[in-house]
């Protein structure tokens, strides 16, 4: 069953589809291609009474699973839906598949909209952005950091040549705040918390003038995280807040994953218990998604390891080093890059610490430190820093190689 290309032009199709909102969808192609439940249960391979479940909104969480045999079944494109188009094991790949897919997806058929020479445009726009941050993983921060702000200010004199309201603006806000935040996260790398405050706030404001059902969400909560990594956990428990209430009905599971671990960082910097319990929400809901791909402004997978890394993170925090020492264990070979890496490694080493294993964390600190300076991270270094500060006057032999790595940033010739 292949629907008709004027149909998938349709914008309320594109926008139930972009908001996971499976019942609208459906409801509008029954609609207009006269289809019956059991035709689109034939077509999918999925039973008619899911189908029929889908339609009356009773099933408003599908599964991946679900997702791509309604779409491969009916014709519609995976990115519409924002899955991939095509399965790839790299998931930096599924940045720009992602993005290109749920924020870009009215980009599809711009021409016939009446976006002329502009839609070109846009899908550039979008693919550059994608591509900063698949660089971000493999680049210093200072190098990043000239070129994306260059391009940031770009993309916003665009926007204030086209205007910010209509199609057209709600791209280019999209495409601005995706930007931004991407500039604040290489600020928060860079240890310039007022640049990447203020860069947060602009991706936040953008991503309310998008109308994407996701984006502000997305923002609000990455606002959050930043000021509980600042040490302002009470502000960070407020924005992460105002991000559940406007959470859409129709988010993926990994959305709440998300803000249930940042909410348990900020609860455990402020030495509450209640952050163990706020994790174990976290790993039933995971429970249920585990199948999932990422739907954009998420870009990679959470899984099992990545929440381990939080529940290390707020284990440490909370004192609880022999159970940090065990979710470590889970999270480390598995995070996602080489700073994430580091920085878990810092936190594993306050552990060891605290179990009286100072030679075996300064190792850990200097393993950290080496990934820090290859790759420009203020933030990494910073970590390692104030880690050796708290071990104060302890010696051993790991501790003076530290100490030397610490010391060379000082020196001329580092």
């Not at 502000?235 to 209430?245: D, F, K, N, T, Y």
């Not at 990422?294 to 909370?318: I, M, N, S």
């Not at 820090?372 to 880690?387: K, P």
């Amino acid at each position: 069953m292949e629907l008709p290309s004027d149909l998938l032009e349709r914008p309320d199709l594109q926008r139930a589809l972009a908001h996971g909102d499976w019942s609208t969808a459906l409801t509008v192609i029954v609609r207009e291609t006269g289809a019956s439940q059991a035709g689109i249960a034939a077509a999918t391979g999925l039973s008619q009474p899911h189908i029929s479940r889908l339609l009356r909104g009773e099933a408003t969480e599908p599964s991946l699973r679900t997702i791509r045999a309604l779409c491969d079944g009916l014709g519609i494109p995976r990115s519409m839906a924002g899955l991939k188009d095509e399965e790839d094991p790299t998931d930096r790949r599924q940045v720009l598949g992602g993005l290109l897919g749920v924020s870009g997806m009215a980009l599809a058929g711009g021409r016939a909209h009446g976006l002329g020479h502009h839609a070109p445009d846009e899908q550039l726009l979008m693919m550059l952005s994608a591509n900063y941050r698949w660089l971000e993983q493999r680049l210093a921060s200072r190098m990043l950091i000239g070129p994306v702000v260059a391009y940031l200010n770009m993309v916003r004199q665009i926007q204030q040549c086209a205007g910010r309201t209509g199609r057209t603006g709600r791209r280019l806000a999209t495409v601005i705040s995706e930007t931004a935040g991407l500039t604040a996260w290489l600020y928060v790398d860079l240890d310039d918390r007022a640049n990447a405050r203020r860069h947060y706030q602009l991706a936040v404001a953008q991503a309310y003038d998008s109308g994407h059902p996701l984006l502000p969400t997305y923002m609000i909560a990455s606002l959050g995280h930043f000021a509980v990594t600042c040490g302002d956990a009470i502000q960070g428990l407020q924005l992460v807040g105002q991000a559940r209430a406007s959470l859409p009905r129709s988010a993926p599971i990994i959305a709440s994953v998300w803000l249930d671990s940042i909410e348990a960082i900020a609860l455990a910097e402020l030495r509450d218990q209640r952050a163990l319990s706020l994790l174990d929400v976290a790993e039933r809901r995971l429970s249920r998604a585990v199948d999932d791909e990422p739907v954009w402004p998420w870009l990679l997978r959470f899984d099992e390891a990545k929440l381990a890394g939080y529940r290390a993170t707020a284990q440490v925090k909370l004192h609880r080093w022999r159970a940090a020492t065990e979710s470590f264990r889970v999270a480390t070979p598995t995070a996602q890059s080489p700073k994430q890496r580091a920085m878990l490694r810092v936190e594993q080493a306050r552990a060891f610490v605290a179990q009286d294993q100072a030679e075996h964390a300064c190792t850990l600190a200097v393993d950290a430190f080496d990934v820090g300076h290859a790759y420009g991270s203020e933030r990494v270094m910073r970590a390692v820093a104030a880690f050796r500060a708290d071990l104060r006057h302890r010696g051993g032999t790991a501790v003076a190689e530290l100490d030397d790595r610490l010391n060379a940033v000082y020196r001329h010739d580092s």
